[in-house]
């Protein structure tokens, strides 16, 4: 297994939309074993394909951190087919945005469509803290970061912070 670059905003790669797995083979069973060490050593809570530069349809999470056995998932092109409800996240974070947490409106509820790593179709519906992490992840697959949905300020005022911080590295 190897640790894996995060790529951070404003990389470009962070709004594409990734492609769904069609071949479930050695390659992408590498890739998803880095993903899930990567994420425990970042350490996160979810990690998604596009954030390692990687345009397939992958996300990994473990709600509680590698703390509990069985916690760990890994979804291959998971879809949103229904939602419900209307919820606040309090605090919500991501590793490709560094220095930055927000509030931010998620559903409530969700239940999603997806391929587990042998290839097996499944349906899950997620509650609330999970529920959010699904959507956050799900996100990024569709190349939207969390940034993008709270208010345009906190947006603008993230951008410039980060302008700035680019600006110093460069000295
Ligand atoms: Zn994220």
């Known amino acids: ?24 083979d050695g390659a992408i069973q590498k890739t998803i074993d880095d993903m899930i060490e990567t994420m425990y050593n970042a350490p996160g809570i979810g990690l998604a394909s596009i954030q390692i530069g990687c345009d397939k349809s ?10 509990n056995e069985g916690s760990l998932q890994v979804f291959l092109n998971p879809k ?6 209307e919820t606040v996240s309090e605090n919500e974070g991501c590793l490709s945005v560094p220095d930055f947490r927000s509030d931010v409106k998620r559903s409530a509820s969700v239940i999603i469509e997806a391929l587990d790593r042998e290839g097996k179709p499944l ?6 803290y ?11 697959l569709n190349g939207i970061l969390f940034i993008n949905r ?5 947006r603008e005022l993230y951008k410039r ?8 590295d460069d000295k």
Not at 80 to 85: A, F, K, P, S
Not at 150 to 154: D, F, G, H, N, Q
Request: charged letters at 25%; a positive charge; one cysteine or more.
């Open 1 to 24: 297994m190897a640790l894996l670059d995060i790529l951070s905003y404003p990389d470009k790669f962070l709004t594409k939309k990734a492609k769904p797995v069609t071949n479930i």
């Open 80 to 85: 949103i087919i229904e939602t419900c409800g």
């Open 130 to 140: 999970h529920a959010i992490v699904l959507q956050h992840e799900i996100d990024h």
């Open 58 to 67: 992958i996300i990994v999470y473990d709600l509680s951190y590698g703390e």
């Open 161 to 168: 912070h980060i302008k700035k911080q680019i600006k110093q």
């Open 150 to 154: 709270v208010s345009a300020l906190k």
């Open 123 to 128: 349906k899950i519906e997620a509650k609330e």
